[in-house]
Nanobody
Framework: QVQLVESGGGLVQPGGSLRLSCAASGSILSIPVMGWYRQAAGKQRELVAAVTSGSSTNYADSVKGRFTISRNNAKNTAYLQMNSLKPEDTAVYYC??????????????WGQGTQVTVSS
């Protein structure tokens, strides 16, 4: 059983910054990929950024140059540094991880989500 817990969301003014954290716990052998998704009201969930265990990254075009994803493999934790925030970034942000448990079985785990609101 693997659990993901997000933190760091909140209310921020346009142009401001937030840093989200996602901590994974449980019977974990490895986490090949961790990522952040977001879902705005009335819209589908979309990929924001992802990072592999080797620190390769990719980003949605809408956030490239403003957001940075990183991870600490020793802590099984991923981060999303969000700068120059815009109102259209308002959404619930979800952490996602593809994990190998101690039985070497692959599973996908989702966090409960953390609200990010960008408003003046």
């Amino acid at each position: 059983q693997v659990q993901l817990v997000e933190s760091g969301g909140g209310l921020v003014q346009p142009g401001g910054s937030l840093r989200l954290s996602c901590a994974a716990s449980g019977s974990i052998l490895s986490i090949p990929v961790m990522g952040w998704y977001r879902q705005a009201a009335g819209k589908q969930r979309e990929l924001v950024a992802a990072v592999t265990s080797g620190s390769s990254t990719n980003y949605a075009d809408s956030v490239k140059g403003r957001f940075t994803i990183s991870r600490n493999n020793a802590k099984n934790t991923a981060y999303l540094q969000m700068n120059s925030l815009k109102p259209e970034d308002t959404a619930v942000y979800y952490c996602n991880a593809r994990v190998l448990d101690l039985g070497a079985r692959t599973a996908t785990s989702w966090g409960q989500g953390t609200q990010v609101t960008v408003s003046s």
